[in-house]
């Protein structure tokens, strides 16, 4: 019996020691994996690197990305703003982003053959242009400034040819037999290149969108003085009167906390071992190894990691495709519960030579109305190699008040700009009470030296 007893103690001494290991090697897995995340690229290295060794294969710090290349995420990423779609019934305007995203997506079979055998391009006159703009089209407007070599990497199409080009307006425009891709940069340059696309193939979706009757301002001689690509909309729905709101303060105390895990655990801390304090304005600072991430009460925040010290290197259009979904998967995971009626859109890709940083900015709009921002930007993110280094947004929400905004017709704010606009659009700004409200926003343009 005492035998017994004592094979039993034995037993339950090693089951404990057993145990315990288990328990402390899985604590040890959490406090890693945790640390795998975005803008921790040599940690995911040596992660690869260690269930490399027992897989018998090696994975690079890029292959431990969240898989968000898939091509209707691509897609949804680089999605414009703002749509429009001319068949022989007439002209759909589309603003629901919804909407816009479902547009581009189901042009994609006709975008990839465009770019997949667009000639070389040549420059193309405004009176072409607005001749091309009265037949039979798809319009896509991406408020910001697009790469086209990285849409065209997007839709598997060589990217070198339209290296260095960016847009931002594209189009699909179709005459009897052919479709031409047509494009227009931010300071007004136009270009065109004739693709192996047959109107045919993509008559079936005009016809689904292409009932309307909005146009573009060339085509109302009273308005041929505003930028040839506004969209006239006889009907405009007066547009909501929005309030922001900080996801920092506003929450209560139980869904404050929720957030704040999901930004932590976004931008790579681990939120239960990660201690954080408070400074004296309530900012909230959160410090691991050498990243410091700050988040203020008014919802503002900033991440900071040091970049590498190597030699720079300017990332190859697949690099930079793969940095900018990464850059939105990240702030999807971060703001895409809580964001309310805005909608995130991509604003500018830039490359520093000397450096190799790559920054990705995003815009926010509502029902296709850009937010307008202090800095310029809803949210930036910046690069180094594989590593985030860097990252400004703000943690906010824009809530619909019972309330819609007066806008002038077209025709009357029009007349009010007494000149030839280079920019005529709709914006929100923010009033002395902390409302967004829409306006019409208007550049002129500057006379010819």
């Given at each position: 019996m005492a035998m017994m007893s004592e094979q039993?103690?034995?037993?339950?001494?090693?089951a404990?020691?057993?145990l315990l290991s288990v328990l402390l090697l899985v604590l040890t897995f959490i406090t890693w994996f945790g640390k795998m995340l975005p803008g921790n690229a040599a940690r995911r290295?040596?992660?690869g690197e260690f269930f490399g060794g027992i897989l018998g294969r090696e994975d690079s710090a890029a292959e431990l990305y969240v898989d968000y290349e898939a091509y209707e995420y691509t897609l949804r990423v680089l999605a414009?703003?703002?749509?429009a779609v001319r068949s022989g019934e007439g002209m759909c305007a589309l603003s629901d982003r919804d909407q816009v995203r479902e547009l581009f997506e189901r042009s994609g079979s006709a975008l990839t053959g465009a770019f997949e055998s667009a000639s070389e391009a040549r420059s193309l006159s405004r009176q072409n242009w607005r001749r091309y703009l009265s037949g039979q089209h798809l319009f896509f407007d991406f408020e910001g400034e697009l790469p086209l070599d990285i849409l065209a990497a997007a839709f598997d199409a060589d990217p070198q040819r339209f290296d260095g080009r960016t847009?931002?307006?594209l189009v699909l425009a179709a005459d009897e037999r052919e479709v031409s891709l047509l494009w227009k940069t931010a300071d007004g340059k136009l270009y065109s290149a004739d693709t192996a696309?047959?109107?045919g193939e993509f008559a079936a979706l005009l016809s689904e969108y292409g009932t309307g009757d909005a146009m573009f301002a060339f085509e109302q001689e009273n308005l041929s003085h505003l930028p040839d690509e506004f969209i006239v909309v006889p009907h405009r729905e007066a547009p909501a009167v929005y309030m922001p709101t900080s996801l920092v303060s506003e929450n209560t105390s139980a869904t404050g906390e929720r957030m704040i895990q999901t930004v932590l655990t976004g931008f790579g801390f681990s939120p239960y071992l990660t201690g954080g304090y408070l400074e004296s304005d309530y900012t909230r600072v959160y410090v691991e190894e050498l990243s410091t991430l700050r988040i203020q009460a008014d919802g503002k925040l900033s991440y900071l990691s040091p970049g590498k010290t190597e030699q720079p290197e300017i990332p190859d259009v697949e690099r930079r495709l793969m940095l900018v979904n990464h850059a939105a998967s990240l702030l999807d995971r971060v703001l895409s519960d809580v964001i309310g009626d805005g909608s995130l859109y991509l604003q500018e890709i830039s490359c520093e030579e000397d450096t190799g940083r790559l920054t990705v900015t995003f815009g926010c709009s509502v029902e296709g109305i850009p937010?307008?921002?202090d800095d310029g930007y809803f949210a930036r993110l910046e690069y180094e190699g594989e590593?985030?280094?860097a990252a400004y947004l703000t943690l906010q929400s824009f809530l619909r008040l019972q309330q819609t905004e007066l806008l002038l017709p077209e025709e009357q704010a029009a007349a009010v700009t007494e000149g030839n606009c280079a920019v005529f659009e709709l914006r929100y700004q923010e009033n002395r009470q902390g409302e967004y409200h829409a306006g019409w926003y208007y550049v002129l343009e500057q006379p010819a030296a």
């Amino acid at each position: 019996m005492a035998m017994m007893s004592e094979q039993t103690k034995r037993i339950a001494k090693n089951a404990a020691i057993l145990l315990l290991s288990v328990l402390l090697l899985v604590l040890t897995f959490i406090t890693w994996f945790g640390k795998m995340l975005p803008g921790n690229a040599a940690r995911r290295e040596a992660m690869g690197e260690f269930f490399g060794g027992i897989l018998g294969r090696e994975d690079s710090a890029a292959e431990l990305y969240v898989d968000y290349e898939a091509y209707e995420y691509t897609l949804r990423v680089l999605a414009p703003v703002r749509a429009a779609v001319r068949s022989g019934e007439g002209m759909c305007a589309l603003s629901d982003r919804d909407q816009v995203r479902e547009l581009f997506e189901r042009s994609g079979s006709a975008l990839t053959g465009a770019f997949e055998s667009a000639s070389e391009a040549r420059s193309l006159s405004r009176q072409n242009w607005r001749r091309y703009l009265s037949g039979q089209h798809l319009f896509f407007d991406f408020e910001g400034e697009l790469p086209l070599d990285i849409l065209a990497a997007a839709f598997d199409a060589d990217p070198q040819r339209f290296d260095g080009r960016t847009a931002r307006y594209l189009v699909l425009a179709a005459d009897e037999r052919e479709v031409s891709l047509l494009w227009k940069t931010a300071d007004g340059k136009l270009y065109s290149a004739d693709t192996a696309v047959t109107s045919g193939e993509f008559a079936a979706l005009l016809s689904e969108y292409g009932t309307g009757d909005a146009m573009f301002a060339f085509e109302q001689e009273n308005l041929s003085h505003l930028p040839d690509e506004f969209i006239v909309v006889p009907h405009r729905e007066a547009p909501a009167v929005y309030m922001p709101t900080s996801l920092v303060s506003e929450n209560t105390s139980a869904t404050g906390e929720r957030m704040i895990q999901t930004v932590l655990t976004g931008f790579g801390f681990s939120p239960y071992l990660t201690g954080g304090y408070l400074e004296s304005d309530y900012t909230r600072v959160y410090v691991e190894e050498l990243s410091t991430l700050r988040i203020q009460a008014d919802g503002k925040l900033s991440y900071l990691s040091p970049g590498k010290t190597e030699q720079p290197e300017i990332p190859d259009v697949e690099r930079r495709l793969m940095l900018v979904n990464h850059a939105a998967s990240l702030l999807d995971r971060v703001l895409s519960d809580v964001i309310g009626d805005g909608s995130l859109y991509l604003q500018e890709i830039s490359c520093e030579e000397d450096t190799g940083r790559l920054t990705v900015t995003f815009g926010c709009s509502v029902e296709g109305i850009p937010m307008v921002q202090d800095d310029g930007y809803f949210a930036r993110l910046e690069y180094e190699g594989e590593q985030l280094c860097a990252a400004y947004l703000t943690l906010q929400s824009f809530l619909r008040l019972q309330q819609t905004e007066l806008l002038l017709p077209e025709e009357q704010a029009a007349a009010v700009t007494e000149g030839n606009c280079a920019v005529f659009e709709l914006r929100y700004q923010e009033n002395r009470q902390g409302e967004y409200h829409a306006g019409w926003y208007y550049v002129l343009e500057q006379p010819a030296a």
